[in-house]
Antibody
């Protein structure tokens, strides 16, 4: 059974970098049948998909337009986890952040939804 | 980016009665493989979202069969055949046909 465990600070100062980690158990970050996603939720933005990393012979990333240029999602194969870094944060980045696994059928690579989510991390941007 | 809308945004329901939520996309979610890339998620109070439906009409593992998804292209529907008290929460659709993935604004379902 795949599980995701999030960690990271709950308070970040404006203009600094928000960093969160999502540790994976029961699967590999290098899996060819998964993608590793970050999503945030705030009252003003609702649920917002931020981006993903995945391995298909090589590593690839996709990012939301709203955070492009400020966001980096990196895999860490040595620790079997992936991370989110969001630079130059402002109070508008205050949100609950989730990591989630996108599942793909191993035989036909068909997408099967984001069936596993982390527990959520509340991050407040404030001085 | 694709724009995703939902209606209604609030849905009071009576246990035992059916319920229906609509999701519309500004672009077709029908991919070249013949599948519609539209997910449905339920976020119960105080919990992380949970997957209900993927590819428009496929129930995720463990999801009760009172939940069903239908639709194609730009118009989709989530139906609950008989609402139970445990179904309260916010329902979101999400397009996954192309990155960036976009969630709908959510439909809050509560008991009348």
């Amino acid at each position: 059974q795949v599980q995701l465990q999030q960690s990271g600070p709950g308070l970040v100062k404006p203009s600094q970098t928000l960093s969160l980690t999502c540790a994976i158990s029961g699967d590999s970050v290098s899996s060819n049948s998964a993608t590793w996603n970050w999503i945030r939720q705030s009252p003003s933005r609702g649920l917002e998909w931020l981006g993903r990393t995945f391995y298909r012979s090589k590593w690839s990333n996709d990012y939301a337009v709203s955070v492009k240029g400020r966001i980096t999602i990196n895999p860490d194969t040595s620790k079997n986890q992936f991370s989110l870094q969001l630079n130059s944060v402002t109070p508008e980045d205050t949100a609950v952040f989730y990591c989630a696994r996108g599942n793909y059928n191993r035989s036909n690579a068909l997408y099967h939804g984001m069936g596993v989510w982390g527990q959520g991390t509340t991050v407040t941007v404030s001085s | 980016d694709i724009v995703v809308t939902q209606s209604p945004l609030s849905l009071p329901v009576t246990p035992g009665e059916p319920a229906s939520i609509s999701c519309r996309s500004s672009q077709s979610l029908l991919y070249s493989n013949g599948y519609n890339y539209l997910d449905w998620y339920l976020q119960k109070p105080g919990q992380s979202p949970q997957l209900l439906i993927y590819l428009g009409s496929n129930r995720a593992s463990g999801v009760p069969d009172r939940f069903s998804g239908s639709g194609s292209g730009t118009d989709f529907t989530l139906k609950i055949s008989r609402v139970e008290a445990e179904d309260v929460g916010v329902y979101y659709c999400m397009q996954t046909v192309q990155a960036p993935f976009i969630f709908g604004p959510g439909t809050k379902v509560d008991i009348k």
